[in-house]
């Protein structure tokens, strides 16, 4: 569980490589619970899940639910939520714009 | 009964630590303690509380390695430090508070198999291994340092993947500066892990050397966990600028993890 964590990512020059996140799940993260991170600064994703195939083939993120704060324009990214292609039934409540390339993703939006 | 023990500089000083503490006996250090690269291992309970302390140039100054002892080492300063300022093994527990580790140099060390070496060269503030029942890390201060060219590391919990374990580590209000590599990284506890309150700045160099790239894993994190274990991460301040780095990373190497 990763929750209420305060992150502030600063990258100089301000070009992201293709692991930056302020919160990533890689390979098989299972059933985690990522809860009301403040994110703020410049990344290329606020939460990132990523498969990756490795010498046991491909390993995924499976399960896992990101409970995110309203977007208070404190990080500026590409995508907030990012979910990569092979990520399974991800569990996201959040009013931001989620990037979905998985399966199974499910957004709930907050009533506020 | 407490040693009181007061530093010189002199090699001395040294031997009279060792005997001590090969003899259960606790330990009050005052002043400088020069270890010119060697190593004191604790092989039962002990205590070892600094009053304005600092061991300079030990290489790996303290390993600790008491099965069902209880071991504590307070208030202690690392300066000078080769390697790492703490290898904590084996205890039922083991207690790190309050300590300052400025700056560790590195030693290559092989980060591939016997039939196939891999150096690097890699710094550690201190690990953790997951052979400790408990381990509680807090309120130190952690400064490794370092080069693009050294993986160096702030605090690094170690288990065996698939491995039977029982440690509750609780890592708390610490403050972990300048790695290239991870802040704070956790490694198949295969139980539970309490990561609270630490201050991570990862400062501005981090180290993924082209030369490794499809060798190793190159990530760059504040807090690290990966494998199986029930890791609580929670009201930490991470600052990373590096652009390829993730603050926070959940990492399953095993279709399991």
């Keep these: ?112 | 009964m407490t040693q009181t023990i007061q530093g010189t500089g002199d090699p001395k000083d040294f031997e009279l630590l060792t005997e001590y503490i090969s003899l259960g006996e606790d330990v009050i250090l005052q002043g400088e303690f020069d270890f010119s690269r060697r190593s004191i291992t604790v092989n039962t309970s002990v205590s070892i509380v600094g009053d304005n302390a600092f061991i300079m140039n030990g290489d790996t100054p303290f390993i600790v390695d008491a099965p069902g002892g209880t071991v504590t080492i307070e208030n202690l300063g690392f300066k000078g430090t080769t390697n790492k300022a703490l290898d904590l093994v084996r205890a039922n527990k083991i207690v790190v508070a309050n300590c300052q580790i400025l700056g560790v140099a590195a030693v290559n060390t092989n980060l591939g198999t016997q039939t196939k070496p891999l150096f690097f060269p890699i710094a550690t503030g201190m690990v953790v291994h997951a052979d400790n029942r408990i381990a509680e890390i807090h309120d130190n201060l952690v400064d490794v340092g370092g080069s693009a060219n050294e993986f160096t590391i702030g605090i690094f919990g170690i288990g065996v993947s698939g491995a039977s374990s029982k440690a509750e580590f609780r890592v708390y209000r610490n403050t972990v500066r300048n790695c290239t590599r991870h802040g704070i990284d956790l490694r198949y506890i295969n139980q539970s892990a309490m990561v609270m309150w630490n201050d991570i700045d990862m400062g501005p160099v981090a180290s993924q050397p082209q030369s490794l790239i499809g060798r190793v894993d190159l990530f760059v994190n504040g807090i690290r966990c990966l494998g199986s274990g029930y890791y609580l991460v929670a009201e930490n301040r991470i600052v990373c600028n590096f652009e390829n780095a993730a603050a926070i990373r959940l990492q399953g190497n095993y279709d399991a993890g």
């Design chain 1, 1 to 112: 569980m990763v929750v209420s964590n305060d992150v502030l990512m600063n990258p100089t020059p301000q070009m992201f490589g293709p692991d930056n996140a302020a919160i990533e799940l890689r390979r098989a993260a299972r059933n985690s619970c990522i809860v009301e991170n403040r994110l703020q600064g410049q990344a290329r994703a606020g939460v990132a899940l990523v498969a990756e195939t490795s010498t046991g083939g491909m390993l995924s993120p499976v399960g896992n639910t990101l409970v995110l704060p309203d977007h208070d324009g404190r990080l500026k990214s590409d995508a907030f939520v990012a979910v990569g292609k092979n990520v399974t039934d991800t569990l996201i409540r959040a009013n931001l714009p989620v990037e979905d390339n998985g399966s199974g993703t499910m957004v709930f939006r907050r009533i506020n």
